[in-house]
């Protein structure tokens, strides 16, 4: 009898071992797996991030001025931008020679409530000791497809331009990806990027009165934003001297 308990005892023992290492294996084995499931995992989320100093994810993002390049009436822009806007252009020369330190800007907001466009053309100087009375500030309003200036002659002579140039140009995806590229860049600090393009365009020429063949360097800056922002800088370089930088914001 004794035998015979002894054999069942060491037959369960072994049966119940066995089953343990199986299951120990099996465990093993399901471990091992997780790993290796898991190493592909970030190795495909690796293979798949975005580059963001890449042309295709800064053009994708720079893509989105085709909400308003172009818009021809500004109050277009409120179907954009229901809560209201901001425009402003700025025009100056880069190196003052004595004749052109003025800094030429246009300002203008699209008020939502009283759904109205207003603001300022001002002729600001360069140079932060020049008298304030040198300033001179004329008075505009939008008012059915025109600009309205509290002095239309000296608005001439301050603003060279027939309007926006957002008025004019119409850019894309696809107009985008046709372009030269001359640089790109972003800040992974503040999350800021830009994109400069070496183009011809006719519709660019004629805004800035240039002849039909010349080159010139469309450039376009922002920044990544979590809400929904609006904010693109299109800058444009004719490498004569002058800056240009036309925004619109919401």
């Known amino acids: 009898m004794f035998l015979?308990?002894?054999?069942?005892?060491?037959?369960?023992?072994?049966?119940?071992l066995n089953v343990i290492n199986k299951e120990k294996v099996m465990k093993k084995r399901i471990f091992l797996t997780m790993v290796l499931l898991g190493?592909?995992?970030?190795?495909?989320?690796?293979?798949?991030?975005?580059?963001?100093?890449?042309?295709?994810w800064i053009e994708n993002k720079v893509s989105e001025v085709s909400r308003v390049y172009p818009t021809e009436n500004l109050f277009d822009l409120f179907k954009q931008f229901p809560e209201g806007f901001e425009i402003e252009q700025v025009y100056f020369k880069k190196k003052s020679d004595g004749i052109d330190d003025f800094i030429t800007e246009i300002k203008l907001t699209g008020d939502a409530t009283s759904h109205t466009i207003t603001g300022t053309l001002v002729k600001i100087p360069a140079k932060d000791d020049a008298p304030k009375s040198d300033e001179v500030v004329v008075s505009v309003q939008y008012v059915a497809n025109k600009f309205i200036f509290s002095d239309e002659e000296t608005a001439k002579k301050i603003w060279k331009f027939d309007?926006?140039?957002?008025?004019?140009?119409?850019?894309?995806?696809?107009f985008l990806s046709k372009l030269s590229l001359k640089n790109k860049h972003f800040n992974g600090n503040n999350g800021s990027f830009d994109i400069d393009y070496i183009i011809k365009n006719t519709t660019i020429n004629q805004y800035f009165n240039k002849q039909q063949q010349a080159e010139t360097v469309l450039g376009f800056g922002s920044s990544l934003r979590l809400d929904d922002f609006y904010y693109y800088s299109v800058t444009v370089d004719f490498n004569d001297g002058y800056y240009f930088k036309e925004r619109v914001s919401n």
């Open 4 to 16: 015979l308990w002894y054999i069942i005892r060491e037959l369960g023992l072994a049966i119940l």
């Open 39 to 56: 190493g592909l995992i970030m190795i495909g989320l690796t293979g798949c991030g975005e580059n963001k100093n890449s042309r295709e």
């Open 163 to 174: 309007g926006f140039l957002f008025q004019k140009l119409g850019i894309d995806k696809e």
